[in-house]
């Protein structure tokens, strides 16, 4: 195990913060870990009475174009993973969902960041009116199941968060 000598803090964003940690091994030696500081997030498959899966489309600053994800959103401190799935369901497609499983936790980038991110299985999906927060601008569309699984090999469909969830629910739905 890595025991941290020092911390510094280097920028505290609005949804996470940057560090900069030294650290000793159990041999005496040091190192340097930049660290993402975050406070977890939730990703959710939408799973429509069809079978097929509601993904949105927005546009990524940080990769300059625009993506097709699972719906997911950073937790509000204090917040349940579960609450904040239910949330941004709503939020990013104006679905509610009947029934929301979790099935799994995982990092998304170990690392240079603490990030967990809740994966959720939304069914008994009930349509209502989106509410996006003021900077995105989201599209919603769904795909089955075959169409989802050769956008993934043709990489139309690049993010992790994303691929882990369709791919989950491929082989657990």
């Known amino acids: 195990m890595e025991k941290t000598t020092t911390s510094k803090l280097l920028h505290r964003g609005r949804n996470f913060s940057f560090k900069t940690d030294e650290v000793q091994f159990p041999n005496g030696k040091t190192t340097t870990r930049d660290i993402v500081d975050h406070p977890g997030a939730v990703a959710i498959v939408p799973i429509l009475e069809d079978g097929r899966i509601l993904l949105v489309k927005q546009y990524r600053y940080s990769t300059g174009k625009e993506l097709l994800e699972i719906p997911a959103g950073t937790l509000e401190k204090g917040e349940a993973p579960d609450t904040c799935a239910r949330r941004e369901l709503r939020e990013e497609t104006g679905y509610t969902a009947g029934s929301m499983k979790k099935v799994l936790a995982m990092y998304m980038a170990p690392g240079y960041s603490n990030e967990v991110i809740h994966l959720y299985f939304a069914t ?22 075959d169409e989802l699984l050769e956008m993934m090999e043709k990489n139309t469909i690049e993010d992790a968060k994303t691929i882990a969830g369709v791919l989950s629910f491929l082989t657990r739905g």
């Open 124 to 145: 008994g999906l009930k349509a209502g009116e989106s509410k996006t927060e003021e900077d995105e601008d989201i599209t919603i569309e769904a795909y089955g199941p």
